[in-house]
């Protein structure tokens, strides 16, 4: 039986059971492995290229967020298999959702600027040919960790452990990885957050689309190919993995001011939290699909190291 304290109670921290635990450890481990290898491969590619493109500059900094996106899951993955009991102390747990959420919005506002770079490419060519360096691009990269960053470093000034009965064993949590403390001031942040991405990337995608149509077919089937195949994966991407957890937050963050809720509703508005905010992980898992159809030399590379293994593999023959 579980007694929550009436802190526990406003910030809707919920222990989960033992399976629910296993799978979102599980999730967490099945991410890792495929997120790790191919976002490193990535930046190991693009560190190797020279940045002579805003689009070059932004995948390689959207695959520096994946990796230290997905490097911190490990804390998470034992956070889960210890049944939701933090063992690590109070700085760790204040710098591990720091840094999950940092990375998580440099990933969605890379993206934003892959998408917006590409618009300007495919609709404004000549004219945007002066604004499409990258001597620009890096102010931008800048200006976006320096806003993230300040904009995510509250999240470190606070107190992010809480201790709940259950059982009548004390449980430290870490609410700091789910941001389950929250206030009615974080619905305006969060809106802002995501409506900017949200409302770029849609309008980017539909000029694209607009543009797109008035080409001809055989005249540029190779350029209509890639601009498709780009709005396909950043979509899919976008909708699977942030999309669900923004709108899950504006309802948890507006339940959050009721303080008249059954334990049920509790815990129901927690698990969703949870299970939407490990779904942005996915995002890590996503990224080198679309690193492998956007950049050539990332293709490349990996289609030697797949097919040196299957000559590898092959019988000689006599």
């Known amino acids: 039986m579980m007694n929550y304290t009436e802190e526990a109670r406003h910030g809707f921290y919920t222990k989960g059971s033992h399976h629910e635990n296993i799978l979102f450890a599980s999730f967490y481990i099945l991410v890792f492995v495929v997120a790790v290898p191919g976002n490193t491969l990535a930046l190991w590619v693009f560190c190797r290229q020279a940045d002579t493109s805003p689009s070059k500059l932004f995948l390689k900094h959207l695959a520096i967020a994946d990796v230290s996106y997905v490097l911190i899951l490990p804390m998470r993955m034992v956070y889960h298999f210890s049944d939701s009991s933090w063992p690590f102390g109070e700085v760790p747990c204040r710098l591990v959702g720091f840094l999950f959420y940092l990375n998580m919005y440099c990933s969605l506002y890379f993206m934003t600027c892959i998408s917006l770079d590409r618009l300007l490419a495919l609709v404004l060519p000549l004219r945007s040919r002066s604004m499409r360096k990258a001597s620009y691009a890096r102010v931008v990269v800048v200006i976006l960790w320096v806003t993230v960053t300040v904009s995510m470093a509250p999240l470190l000034f606070s107190k992010k452990q809480t201790m709940i009965q259950v059982d009548n064993t004390t449980v430290v949590m870490c609410n700091q990885l789910y941001l389950e403390k929250t206030s009615p001031n974080a619905l305006v942040s969060t809106m802002v957050a995501f409506s900017i991405p949200l409302v770029t990337i849609v309008v980017s995608y539909i000029l694209i689309l607009l543009k797109l149509k008035g080409i001809e077919q055989q005249e540029g089937s190779s350029i209509r190919d890639k601009a498709i195949r780009m709005i396909l994966l950043i979509m899919v991407n976008f909708l699977v993995a942030f999309v669900p957890y ?73």
């Open 246 to 318: 923004h709108l899950n937050r504006f309802i948890y963050i507006e339940r959050h001011t009721h303080s008249d809720m059954e334990t049920a509703s509790i815990e129901a508005l927690a698990l969703a939290n949870r299970v939407t905010s490990a779904l942005t992980c996915l995002s890590g898992a996503l990224d080198p699909i679309m690193y492998f159809f956007l950049a050539r030399t990332y293709q490349n590379i990996l289609l030697q190291l797949f097919c040196r293994d299957r000559r590898v593999d092959q019988p000689t023959t006599t």
